[in-house]
């Protein structure tokens, strides 16, 4: 093993002895001073390392050659400290900024620390101080445990500080989520309850307003025709286009939502463009959809970051999706619930209401008499010899005579008065907030237009058809829907006593005649 070793005095013919002494007499007093120090370095475990005023080697120990792993050539006494900096560029062990830094350092005659990663993995921490008057004294410590265990360290709290960071992540996530479950949850429910599409409109401008504030919307249903779809409702401005082209929106033609981007490859559709005073960055198309078939289109526009940042909404466009399909599924229901109540409110023969839906009408306008006294009345009228009508020219030809009166009570009455098939052949008017001599009147001219009317069958004119009327008004002719109903019979009744093809009011209290029903 290489000594320790100390600077001596050179010669012109060689290198100095080493028990010569350093001429430069203000880094050493005597070589005893470098022996006295050798003789401490000896003993420890870190590399002792001297450098002189003038920058060169003055003193180093074997310590210093095993930690940096250098050859005999790679360090001496009296090698300049730029020279042996040179060696440790050539092994990667510092870069040439590090060496252009600890040159500084060494310049400015101060204390400093700096590490050399060698190619075997180790690492070497190098603390120089200074040394009297101008030179270093320089320590070196292999510190390749600590520093893995400092990086380690590192690794872990990285990995702490980066688990804390996605468990944040995740609890707004799931805040948001939660947050957007009960909005969806609780939009669901009101959705469910509407009876009507006017109620459902609401609730989805008052709900959608609301929870994405700052947008604006609109929300379109397909016309009776298919080729259009009307303006229903809009949140968020004023102007509500009446209508737009089926064919005008990509979301209906590729029969699913479409989100325009107009910082992505986006194509906008023609309906948004129609409206030139809108500068639209994002919007959302979606279809609505009700049993298997697309009712209409709720459009969603996002306005800016202003209204953007007050969303507690994380993806506003997939939010909006899933409201359109609550609102196609509402639609549905209600779209359902109609035509189940159609259908057992309607006549299918004739499209008149039915009995019960006349009955329920009569006990709502006794209510309204309850409420403000509005009086109503009822023409109840049935096809003359209609039994034998039908004997004669089979029940089909009965069943057109029946459509035929039924028209013709569609054409002699407002719409606020209901035409209702009470059963049979028999019919019944509910005429709201009318008086005894206007329900005359309009007795009177259906039963003139049911004169006049022609009914063919199987390419042949039928014979004329007549109806007999008896007219009631409430509370006049009844104080309950039983009373009314049987006093209208009564007046019914004479009419056809007298000859049928006339209009006979109820006078309150007589008997009814014994008249064969085949009249």
Not at 138 to 153: A, H, M, P
Not at 193 to 210: M, P
């Amino acid at each position: 093993m290489e000594k320790s070793q100390t600077a001596v005095p050179k010669s012109a013919h060689g290198p100095a002895r080493r028990d010569a002494t350093p001429k430069n007499n203000n880094t050493f007093d005597t070589s005893l001073d470098l022996k006295k120090l050798l003789q401490v370095a000896e003993g420890m475990e870190q590399g002792l390392l001297v450098w002189g005023e003038d920058g060169k080697c003055m003193l180093y120990t074997q310590r210093v050659m095993d930690l940096l792993e250098m050859r005999r050539t790679d360090l001496f006494v009296g090698i300049d400290r730029s020279e042996f900096f040179k060696y440790s560029l050539m092994r990667e062990e510092l870069t040439p900024q590090e060496v252009e830094q600890i040159s500084r350092q060494f310049s400015r005659h101060s204390k400093f620390q700096y590490d050399s990663n060698l190619r075997s993995g180790r690492v070497i921490s190098t603390r120089a101080r200074p040394f009297r008057d101008a030179g270093f004294i320089v320590t070196l410590t292999d510190v390749t445990e600590e520093r893995q265990k400092s990086i380690e360290r590192d690794a872990s709290v990285q990995l702490a500080d980066e688990a804390r960071r996605e468990l944040a992540v995740t609890l707004q996530k799931e805040k948001a989520r939660q947050y957007e479950t009960g909005i969806l949850n609780e939009f669901a429910d009101w959705l469910q309850t509407c009876k009507t599409l006017d109620e459902l409109y609401e609730i989805v401008r008052t709900y959608l307003s609301h929870v994405l504030p700052g947008s604006q919307g609109e929300l379109y249903i397909y016309s009776n025709s298919r080729d259009v779809l009307d303006g229903v409702l809009c949140w968020g401005r004023d102007n509500l286009q009446n209508y737009i082209e089926a064919d005008s929106c990509w979301g209906l033609r590729r029969g699913r939502s479409y989100i325009y981007n107009k910082e992505e490859i986006s194509f906008e559709c023609a309906h948004v463009a129609a409206v030139k005073h809108l500068p639209i960055q994002k919007y959302t198309c979606i279809p609505i959809v009700a049993h298997g078939d697309t009712v209409g289109l709720m459009h969603i526009r996002y306005s800016g970051s202003g209204a953007s940042s007050e969303m507690r909404i994380s993806d506003p466009s997939a939010f909006a999706t899933k409201c359109g399909e609550l609102v196609s599924l509402a639609i549905a229901n209600v779209r359902l619930r109609d035509e189940l109540h159609e259908q057992s409110t309607r006549d299918p023969l004739t499209g008149l209401s039915n009995r019960r839906y006349c009955l329920d009408l009569m006990r709502q306008q006794m209510q309204d008499f309850a409420r403000n006294g509005t009086k109503f009345s009822v023409i109840a009228f049935d096809a003359d010899k209609f039994k034998s009508f039908n004997d004669s020219f089979g029940h089909d030809a009965g069943d057109a005579v029946l459509k035929e009166i039924a028209d013709q009570m569609r054409k002699g009455t407002t719409p606020n008065q209901i035409s209702c098939r009470f059963g049979g052949e028999e019919f019944l008017i509910v005429l709201p907030e009318t008086e005894l001599d206007e329900a005359q009147f309009v007795a009177e001219e259906l039963r003139k237009s049911v004169q006049d009317a022609k009914v063919f069958y199987a390419n042949q004119q039928l014979p004329t058809v007549t109806i007999s009327c008896g007219i009631a008004t409430f509370p006049t002719h009844g104080e309950n829907i039983q009373d009314l109903l049987r006093n209208a019979d009564l007046a019914l009744y004479r009419a056809k006593e007298a000859g049928r093809n006339r209009c006979e009011t109820a006078d309150g209290g007589q008997d009814m005649p014994q008249v064969a029903k085949s009249a």
